[in-house]
């Protein structure tokens, strides 16, 4: 069935470094891949977000990139700051493109070390 | 607005106990959808909705039933609870179509089942 897969698990950096979260997709009609940051007891909220017409967004310190032929779309976060230690979960719309029927990934625990 | 609502926040049930949780949402969004998150799993869609009077399963529906008689409310019922349902459940909502694609999500409801 239709699965994302995201790596690592666990992520620990400095403070200063740059954080590359990586994720794949099976279901080839996905055409919306948002990613959500989620803090320990908190709901997950979107940080960014790209559509398959895009290769690339950026946002500040956060980008994502998209690659629709590898299936595969990485979160890359520069100059990490403590208080990005988080959860991050990547997902893929399900069903041709209807962008609140998402698969999630299992998550990457950021950790930032100051 | 206040944005996604959920209650309740916390619930303790027993097993084959049912109840339902409850979800509203003010943004006149066409779309809603519960999942539930458990450690390591990341989050997996229960049910969703696409309108009021339509209702479709997702991932994991076993166990669960869902309704739509208006755009606000969204419940999700737990007919006889088993342990394997203790979980953290999330409600969210967004626009269909192209008006908008972020999912916003609920503040959630832990659910321990005895």
């Known amino acids: 069935g239709e699965n994302v897969e995201q790596h690592p698990s666990t992520l620990s950096v400095q403070e200063g470094d740059s954080a590359v979260i990586k994720c794949t997709y099976s279901d080839s009609a996905s055409n919306y891949f948002p990613w959500y940051k989620q803090e320990l007891g908190k709901r997950p909220q979107l940080i960014i977000d790209?559509?398959?017409?895009?290769g690339e967004k950026k946002d500040q310190r956060i980008a994502v990139t998209l690659n629709k032929t590898a299936k595969h779309f990485s979160l890359h976060i520069t100059e990490t700051q403590p208080e990005d230690s988080a959860v991050y979960f990547c997902a893929a719309s399900r069903d041709g493109g209807s962008q609140g029927n998402l698969i999630f990934g299992k998550g990457t625990k950021l950790s930032v070390k100051p | 607005n206040a944005g996604v609502t959920q209650t309740p926040k916390f619930q303790v049930l027993k097993t084959g106990q049912s109840m339902t949780l409850q979800c509203a949402q003010d943004m006149n969004h066409e779309y809603m959808s519960w999942y539930r998150q458990d450690p390591g799993m990341g989050l997996r869609l229960i049910h969703y909705s696409v309108g009021a009077g339509i209702t479709d399963q997702g991932e994991v529906p076993n166990g669960y039933n869902v309704s739509r008689s208006t755009t606000e409310d969204f419940p999700l019922r737990l007919l006889s609870a088993a342990p394997s349902q203790t979980s953290v459940y999330f409600c969210?909502?967004?626009?269909?179509?192209?008006?908008?694609?972020?999912?916003?999500f609920g503040p959630g409801t832990r659910l321990t089942v005895t």
């Open positions: 969210a909502s967004s626009y269909s179509g192209t008006r908008g694609y972020e999912q916003y």
């Open positions: 790209i559509r398959s017409n895009v």
